[in-house]
């Protein structure tokens, strides 16, 4: 069945929370080690562009965007998040998450879409690719998890509708 996206609430939180939580045991998806609590996780997304995909009535997954700066020069620019449930993986709903993000981020007139993403998250990378971002850099050793140094690969996705030099303002 076709995975259907809508507008993330306040009252989708304790599944989001628990989707978030199967993504950081993964060790392959956040430096977190744990899930904030709703008003940490309210203040450090973006208000807009706030999905989840529901199967059959339950909720799948959820994608969100988190500013990249408070500076003004950086308002078309966010980084985004998509996690999958662990149950649903490999079902297309990372894909339908993405596309309605680009379009609603597009419509909220964002520019630039930013990943940072271990390189062991192939998963996350081929969605992103297919998406039109391409891998920027590599920030070698950003961090510890969990006592190990990790890397981040860098991605990037600068919208054809947004920001460009034939649009006008």
């Known amino acids: 069945m076709e995975p259907i996206v809508t507008r993330m609430t306040p009252a989708d939180w304790e599944t989001v929370r628990r989707i978030l939580e199967d993504g950081i045991a993964t060790g392959h998806a956040s430096f977190d080690t744990e899930v904030p609590d709703w008003d940490a996780w309210n203040r450090s997304h973006l208000e807009v562009c706030r999905l989840v995909a529901r199967v059959e009535g339950v909720i ?13 020069v950086h308002s078309g620019v966010a980084e985004v998040s998509v996690y999958v449930g662990s149950g649903f993986r490999r079902r297309g709903i990372g894909r339908a998450l993405m596309a309605e993000l680009i379009d609603a981020s597009e419509h909220e007139g964002i ?6 993403v271990f390189p062991e998250n192939a998963a996350s990378i081929a969605l992103q690719k297919a998406f039109g971002f391409r891998e920027v850099g590599r920030q070698e050793r950003l961090g510890k998890l969990n ?12 919208s054809r509708a947004v920001g460009t030099l034939w649009q006008s303002g």
């Open 60 to 72: 799948a997954g959820w994608a969100a965007l988190s500013p990249v700066s408070s500076r003004c």
């Open 111 to 116: 520019w630039t879409l930013q990943g940072g």
């Open 147 to 158: 006592g190990v140094w990790r890397d981040v690969v860098l991605m990037e996705r600068r």
